[in-house]
Nanobody
Framework: VQLVESGGGSVQVGGSLRLPCVASGDTIGRYCMGWFRQIPDREREGVAGIVTGGGTQYYADSVDGRFTISRDHAENTVYLQMNSLKPEDTAVYYC??????????WGQGTQVTVS
């Protein structure tokens, strides 16, 4: 599966961004999907996940209540809605497919800067 993220950019503290991840090569309906982020000098961390049917989502404690993951099978796209952004959310955000609980396919990432 090829994944292409977009929607990143610079935003003020308290602002919002929505990151789309468009998939090609296969339908996302077959996969659990997720978002990871890479903060400089830190390990990549899982931010959010969503099961194949979309009925259950998972969030890191640091973003719970502020971020929302969703999926649109018709558009073959996964979204990450980020609200109430903080400087510590500054990172490169990656979309992933998840297989057996492990991230498998990765997108190229999109930079989010909050200041």
């Amino acid at each position: 599966v090829q994944l292409v993220e977009s929607g990143g950019g610079s935003v003020q503290v308290g602002g919002s961004l929505r990151l789309p991840c468009v998939a090609s090569g296969d339908t996302i309906g077959r996969y659990c999907m997720g978002w990871f982020r890479q903060i400089p000098d830190r390990e990549r961390e899982g931010v959010a996940g969503i099961v194949t049917g979309g009925g259950t989502q998972y969030y890191a404690d640091s973003v719970d209540g502020r971020f929302t993951i969703s999926r649109d099978h018709a558009e073959n796209t996964v979204y990450l809605q980020m609200n109430s952004l903080k400087p510590e959310d500054t990172a490169v955000y990656y979309c992933v497919t998840v297989s057996d609980g492990v991230p498998y396919d990765w997108g190229q990432g999109t930079q989010v800067t909050v200041s």
